[in-house]
C-alpha cells in the first residue's frame, strides 16, 4: 500500500518534470540565489576591510537579500508612500494609509493553507510625529474557537498581537517582507496554524523607510514606548480594515526586543491618560519571552549593539555623537552598515572584536543612563494579567536581568504577574520548550477562564527527558524553494 502511495507520487513528480523544459531540471540551489551584491573597492577601505574578509561579509548579504520576498522593501512597491496625495495624508495615529488585503503567498514561505494580508498605516515616532509603518497579518485556514468561551461560535478569529524581537535596523529588515515572516515556526506559523490570527506590525523604520513627505524614517530601536505604540496603532488599523475578520479582544506576546516592546505595552494600558482607551478594554492579558529588561547589561557583543542603538540616536537626544561610544574605526563600521543595511549578523561580523569597535569609556556618557530610561520596562504598574518566560541559560537576556525586574515588580506594583523559568533553555529555546504553556495561557484567556495561578508567581518547568538529550538551539532556517528546479527539495509539496 506504502509502496504503491509512493510509487503514484514519484509517478505525478516525473511527468511534472518530463514535461518541462530542461532548464527546469534540478539544479544546486545556493543560499544567496537572488543577489549578486559585491562591496565596492571604496567600502572596503571605508571600513579597512581586507578583499578576504570583505568576501565573507558579502556572502551574508547575499544570503540575506535572497530571503526577501518580492526583492524586500525597497523594491516591493507596497512599501512606497511617497505618492500619497497630500490631502489624504493621516492627521492621526492607528489608520490604515494602505491595505493589502490579498498578499500573493507565492514568494513567502508560509505554510500550505495559511494566508497574508499587509498594511501600511500611521503611527507615531518616540516625539509625536506622525509616520507610516508597515504590518502584516498572518490568517488560520479557520479561526480558532473557544468552549465555553464568551463567543464559542463567533466568525471572527481571535487576535494575537505580535511583537517580535530583532529583525533588522534598516527597512529590510521587516518580518513582513521577509520569506519566513523572520520568526516562522517560533510564533507566527505556529498561531495561525492554532486558529489565531496574527497581527505582526514590523516597527517603524522597518519596512516603510521614507515618510509621505519624503523624510528618512529611522527605526528606533530599544525605545520600548515607541515599539509599543507602533503595536497597538497596527492593531487599530488592522481591525479597522477587517472588522468581521478580526476580534475586538486581543493578547498581546512579544520576544526579546519585541518582550520589553509586550511589557511596556501592558504599561502604557495601566496608565491614568493613555492614548489607547479604544483598545485598554479589549487586551487580555500580556506574554512576556525574554524581555531585556536592563538594556545595556545584555551579554551579547556590545559592539554591534551600541552601533544598532547609536546609529539614529541624534534623533532622540540631538546632542549624541556615536563617537561618544564608538572608536573611529567603530563610527566607520557602523557607516558602512548604514550604506548596505546590514542585518544583525553583518553587522556582527563588521563591529567586532569589542576593543576594536567600542570606546572603553561608555558605560560612563549621559546617552547610557538617558537612554536606558526609554528602553527598560519593569518595576512600574502593569495592566495584568501577564505571563513572563525565561530560559535560565539565555546567554542574551540573563535569567538573573529578568529575575530581578519580576521581584522588583511584584514588591512594588504587585499584579498577576506569572513568572515561569526553563532550565537549560535558552534565548529561543525558550519559546519552544514553553510553548505549550504560553498557548495554553492564551486560550484560557481567550476562554474567559479564571487565572490558573494569579498573583506574583514563580516556578520552573521541568523537562520530561534528561536535559541532555534535547537539541538546544536551531540548525535550520526555512528556505524558500518555490522554483522548479528545486522542486526537489519539497517532497511535502503535494
Ligand atoms: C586596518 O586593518 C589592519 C589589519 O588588517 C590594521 O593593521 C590597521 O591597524 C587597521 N587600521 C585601522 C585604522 O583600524
Ligand atoms: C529576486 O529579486 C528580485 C529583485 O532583487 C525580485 O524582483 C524578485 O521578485 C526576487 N525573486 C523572487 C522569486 O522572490
Ligand atoms: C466576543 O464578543 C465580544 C462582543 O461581541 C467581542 O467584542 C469580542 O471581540 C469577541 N471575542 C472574540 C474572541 O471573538
Ligand atoms: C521631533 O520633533 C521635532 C519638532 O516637532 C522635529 O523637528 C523633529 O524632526 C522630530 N524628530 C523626529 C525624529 O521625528
Ligand atoms: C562627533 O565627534 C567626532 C569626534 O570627536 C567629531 O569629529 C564630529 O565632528 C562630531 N560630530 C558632530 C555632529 O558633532
Ligand atoms: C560615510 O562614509 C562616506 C564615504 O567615506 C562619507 O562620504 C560619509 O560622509 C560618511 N557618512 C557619515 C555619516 O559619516
Ligand atoms: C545572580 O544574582 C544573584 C543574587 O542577586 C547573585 O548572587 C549571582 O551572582 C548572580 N549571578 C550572575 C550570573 O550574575
Known sequence: MICLQRLAISAIVLKLVVAQDTTLLPTIHSTGWNSSFELSAEQLKLANLTTDYGAIINTIINFDRSQLANGGAHQDEFYDVQNLPKDQWPTESGRTIKLQKFTDPSSFSIPPKTAMSRIIYSTTNLNGTLIPASAYILWPHHPKSFRGGRNASASSAPVIL??????GFYADGAP?????????DFVPFTLAEAGY???APDYAGLGVSTSWDGTFIPH???????GAGDALNALRAAQESFPKELSDDYVVLGHSQGGAVAWTLSEILARKNHKFQDVVKHHLGTVSLAPPTDIFSLSAGIGPFLAWIGKDLDQIFPTFNLSDWLTPLGTKRTNLSNQVEGSQIVSSYLLSPEEEIVQPDWKETWSVEAFG??????NMDFKGPMLVLQGMDDPVVTYNMTNNAVDKTCKNHPNDLEFLNIPKANHFGVINAGKQNWLRW????FASQPLARPGCVKSNLESLMPQEYYQLTANSFVLWAGKPQWSYEIPTAA
Do not use: C, M
Not at 530610561?373 to 519593569?378: E, I, S, V, Y
Open 197 to 199: 490570527a496574527v497581527v
Open 373 to 378: 530610561k526609554l528602553a527598560n520596562p519593569g
Open 162 to 167: 505580535w511583537t517580535h524581537g530583532t529583525s
Open 442 to 445: 492564551i486560550e484560557d484567556r
Open 220 to 226: 528606533q530601536y530599544f525605545a520600548s514606548e515607541a
Open 176 to 184: 513582513s517582507t521577509h520569506r519566513g515572516l523572520f520568526y516562522e
